[in-house]
């Protein structure tokens, strides 16, 4: 299947690391030229853009810098997140904003100073959200309620763009080994039981999802193969969130 990605600008936030690396990696294999936006360095050879996303004007200057480098931007890959466990009890008003900072505004951000570029190229969006968004995890109300936010505003965002034939879809993981996720587990006092646990009650395999799995899902809703797919929560989990708890 040729997805037609040939030459395009795609831009990734997070593409240094787990996912957002993975879905680099598919794009330079589909001949696109992904724009790597994040604060970490990539060890892939694409072109970067060094940023803190929590900061506004790095989103704007992350879209200029890709305009300036390209020209143009086909596509954007709002990715850049992390689990912080900012929870109800043990967090603080100030910290449940900053957890929002950390995962959700610049999602908007980057939508909004890519906007006009993505117009001008009849674009897609894809943004990447979490299972958390459809069945909490306790303890981490911002990271939570991020990615639920995200899953609304894909479904806002496909109704604005549908005049400007903008496509926007998200994707939702639930268990991808990643560096986060290492992090993530490392924080119980037996990581590798609790792994075990959780691999036990993933339906199709027993086995976690790999970041190349969720890639293979991002190019394609990117790809023109695509036309027609909108505002659409597509889930990459091995049946996590929607089959029977019995089978666990
Ligand atoms: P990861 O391995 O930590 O990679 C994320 C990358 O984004 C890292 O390079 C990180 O840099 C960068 N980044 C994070 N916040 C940033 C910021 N504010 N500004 C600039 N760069 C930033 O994480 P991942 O597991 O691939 O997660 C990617 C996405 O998938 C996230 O949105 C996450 O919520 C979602 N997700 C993952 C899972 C999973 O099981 N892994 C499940 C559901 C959803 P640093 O290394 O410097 O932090």
């Not at 979490?130 to 995200?150: D, F, H, P, R, V």
């Not at 109704?159 to 490392?186: D, G, K, S």
Request: charged content about 20%; glycine content about 8%.
């Amino acid at each position: 299947m040729d997805l037609g990605l040939s030459g395009k600008i795609i831009v990734v936030t997070g593409g240094a690391s787990g996912i957002g690396a993975a879905i680099v990696r598919a794009a330079l294999a589909e001949g696109a030229r992904p724009v790597i936006v994040d604060r970490s360095k990539s060890e892939v050879d694409a072109f970067q853009v060094f940023a803190d996303l929590t900061h506004p004007q790095n989103c704007r200057r992350a879209v200029a810098e890709t305009l300036e480098k390209f020209g143009a931007i086909d596509a954007l890959v709002n990715n850049a997140g992390v689990n912080d466990r900012v929870g109800l009890a043990r967090g603080s008003p100030a910290e449940y904003a900053a957890s929002l900072e950390r995962n959700l505004l610049h999602y908007y951000n980057m939508a909004h100073y890519a906007l006009d570029a993505l117009k001008n190229s009849r674009g897609a969006i894809v943004n990447i959200s979490s299972k958390t968004a459809l069945t909490g995890q306790g303890e981490t109300s911002g990271y939570a309620s991020a990615k639920g936010a995200i899953l609304a505003l894909t479904r806002e965002w496909a109704v604005e763009l549908l005049p400007y034939h903008i496509r926007v879809n998200a994707v939702v993981p639930a268990e991808v080994m990643t560096p986060m996720y290492r992090n993530w587990l490392n924080a119980f006092p037996d990581p590798e039981k609790k792994l075990d646990q959780i691999v036990a009650r993933i339906p199709l395999g027993k086995r976690m999802t790999t970041a190349d799995e969720i890639a293979a899902m991002v190019v394609f809703l990117l790809s023109s193969q695509a036309a027609h797919i909108t505002g659409q929560h597509l889930f990459v989990d091995g049946g996590y969130v929607h089959l029977d708890r019995a089978l666990g």
